[in-house]
Each structure stands twice: as C-alpha cells, then as structure tokens.
C-alpha cells in the first residue's frame, strides 16, 4: 500500500500541470540535474542510501525508475504488515518546476535555503497530518528540475522533517 502524498498519481497533479510552470524546458528535454542525478545515483537502491533511516524495513515497489529524463522510486511496508507499521516513501525528480507564487497558492511553506536560492530556485514543504497518518512532503525546485520526497505512515516519528528532505534532496542535486 502507497501512502504518497505528492506524486504523478494523487491531485496534486494540477500543480504540476499549472499555466505557470518555470522551467524553459520541456518534459522531453534533458535536465542537467536529471544527468547528474542518473550519473550519480543510477538505481533505485543507490537513491535509497540517501534514506536509509526512513526506508529501514520497507521493500523497493516495482517498476522504479533512474534515467536522465525522470526519476520515480518508492518503498513501501511489506505485504502483511499491520495497519499501525503501514508507511511509504516516493522519490520523484523531473524536468517540469513550480513556481513560487503556485507553491503558495497551494499551501507549499516556503523555506529558505541559500545553496537552493543560489542556483536559482527554492524549497518547500507540506506537512499533512490525518487521524492515524501523517506525511511531509518536501520539494526542491531547480530551473529544469524539480524534486519531490514524500515519507507518510502511521507513525509520526517515521516522517521526514522538512530540513532532512530539503537536505536529501540537496545531496541528490549535487548542491
């Protein structure tokens, strides 16, 4: 079971999808970032010993993804695990970014990083907490790239702070 908070597959796929999106680039160019990333991360595993504390005791979910033009790659809590060990991670990078002004017309907090802001961007973040379920979802946005964590489960502790994603998501960039 995916508890994802920020992916190509929930409603917050509009934000994505805005009229404003920043990026010079189409989702068919190739992201500099992206290159980087693919390089230096070339599977799912590797991105994952970037999170090694919050993927302890989750499984790789098939069909995850490590190439130039997007990364998609998601743990999940075993099959029959108990509803209070349920939780997920999903690590997503593409092209396409968000502006600023959209992340706060969607509720994004907005948070400051000078490496971030340095090449050009900034990072953001959206805790949700629901009763028995909490998630963060952290991004980074980058001129031709963009970068979503999101940790959710049934247990608070497991979620990722929004300085922990931001720095995650600085290692992957190479920032």
Not at 20 to 31: H, K, R, V, Y
Not at 108 to 115: G, H, K, M, T
């Amino acid at each position: 079971m995916a508890l994802t908070a920020c992916s190509s597959d929930d409603s917050t796929v509009g934000i994505r999808n805005a009229a404003d999106i920043n990026s010079p680039t189409s989702a068919s160019a190739e992201s500099p970032y992206l290159v980087k990333i693919a390089q230096n991360f070339p599977s799912c595993e590797a991105i994952g010993a970037t999170l090694e504390r919050y993927i302890d005791g989750l499984t790789p979910a098939p069909g995850g993804i490590v190439s130039s033009q997007r990364v998609n790659c998601v743990w999940e809590a075993a099959a029959g695990e108990p509803p209070s060990g349920l939780r997920s991670v999903e690590v997503v990078v593409e092209p396409e970014t968000v502006t600023s002004a959209t992340a706060a017309k969607t509720g994004l907090v907005v948070l400051p990083d000078s490496a971030i802001e340095a090449a050009g961007g900034f990072a953001h973040s959206m805790p949700i907490n629901m009763a028995g379920t909490a998630f963060t979802a952290t991004g980074v946005e980058l001129p031709q790239a963009s970068v979503s964590i999101t940790v959710g489960g049934r247990d608070a502790a497991t979620v990722l702070d929004p300085a922990g994603g931001v720095a995650v998501a600085k290692q992957l960039l190479g920032l």
